[in-house]
């Protein structure tokens, strides 16, 4: 299609990573389309996160829950839509992610074919995994022509967070930042086979924290145990606030760590995304599908003959892809990130 939109619709992902990197997608449609607008159609909870990424007009919120076809919702929602947008590029591979742009009567619905959405999609792609392995690449592929070179040039994710938010969050949580702060990210929503040991994240914190800094565990409710598990460990100097922040909050509070260190998890592409000096730990899952895009960031991964296995449950019952990464490894990588590690000096304010 020759089409030059000026409206753009994304239906985003129904995960925090993916759509962090969904940021990298609306870079590269106003390079293309300066005078464009993009608004992007996300569940409730993503509202506060899509409002951080830079270049987005508005969230479009729809009120279906997760996993529910909800119809009548999206019927409702396609309705007030109609006449508003050129173009809809419609990131998830589901059919039910189809349904608003194709009942909102969009002109050009682009994405993916996969679950038998022909008809709702009248500009499909036929993905190819080969030319296309990152999960961000087949996103910005999709704001491209079919004929555009492969894989395309991915510009990295931004974040941007508004300061008196992040005052109201440490005000709200009672923190501080008179110290270097660690986030630490000990939960993975996929599974045990993403979250490496709570024994291991609190030792890294453990020695940060004899250095001088303060130790934020940051995570979902699910997270609440592990998070407590390493603060136990760590003792005073750690903070427990997984479950006690909302996604807008924890977003907030990452943007002032000095340091990160998470599993592969969506609050991994969040640290990447604000830049902040970040190690990423893989286990059952590929560095090279999921990467953290930040050029302050390093992987850690053993690369083991069963790894990756993209198993939920370790399916050996060892999970030494993660029990065998030591911390120290991380505290290797979290040098080459920070030179002055050992000195434990206050970070300067112009440096968060």
């Not at 992902?13 to 940021?23: F, H, L, R």
């Not at 996604?247 to 509070?253: F, K």
């Amino acid at each position: 299609m020759g089409l030059s939109p000026s409206r753009i619709l994304l239906v985003g992902p129904s995960w925090v990573g993916d759509m962090v990197m969904a940021q990298s997608l609306v870079q590269m449609l106003l390079r293309r389309f300066p005078d464009g607008e993009v608004d992007v159609l996300a569940p409730a909870w993503s509202a506060a996160l899509v409002a951080r990424m830079p270049g987005v007009r508005r969230a479009v919120t729809l009120s279906a829950g997760h996993g529910r076809l909800g119809l009548r919702e999206r019927l409702a929602l396609a309705r007030r839509l109609r006449g508003s947008y050129d173009q809809a590029l419609v990131l998830p591979n589901s059919l039910k992610s189809a349904l608003v742009p194709f009942l909102a009567r969009i002109p050009q619905r682009t994405g993916y074919l996969g679950e038998c959405r022909y008809g709702l999609l009248n500009d499909p792609r036929k993905l190819d995994k080969h030319r296309l392995p990152m999960t961000v690449q087949r996103f910005v592929a999709l704001g491209l022509p079919k004929d555009a070179q492969q894989p395309p040039d991915v510009p990295t994710p931004r974040l941007e967070v508004p300061a008196a938010d992040v005052q109201q969050a440490l005000g709200e949580l009672n923190l501080d930042t008179a110290r270097n702060i660690l986030v630490l990210c000990p939960g993975a929503e996929y599974g045990p086979a993403k979250r490496w040991p709570a024994g291991h994240f609190a030792e890294v914190g453990s020695i940060l924290a004899e250095r001088g800094w303060k130790v934020w565990v940051m995570g979902s409710a699910k997270d609440r145990e592990a998070a407590q598990t390493v603060c136990d460990l760590v003792g005073p100097a750690a903070v427990n606030l997984a479950g006690r922040t909302s996604l807008a909050q924890a977003v907030d509070l990452i943007s002032l760590a000095r340091a990160v260190v998470s599993n592969d998890s969506g609050l991994m592409h969040v640290a990447a995304a604000l830049d902040r000096p970040l190690v990423a730990v893989y286990g059952s899952s590929d560095p090279g599908f999921t990467p953290p895009l930040s050029p302050t960031s390093r992987i850690v991964s053993l690369s083991l003959q069963c790894s990756p296995c993209f198993q939920r449950q370790c399916p050996e019952g060892h999970l030494n892809c993660l029990q065998s990464l030591t911390p120290d490894l991380v505290l290797t990588r979290l040098a080459e990130l920070l030179p002055d590690l050992d000195a434990g000096r206050p970070v300067k304010a112009e440096e968060r």
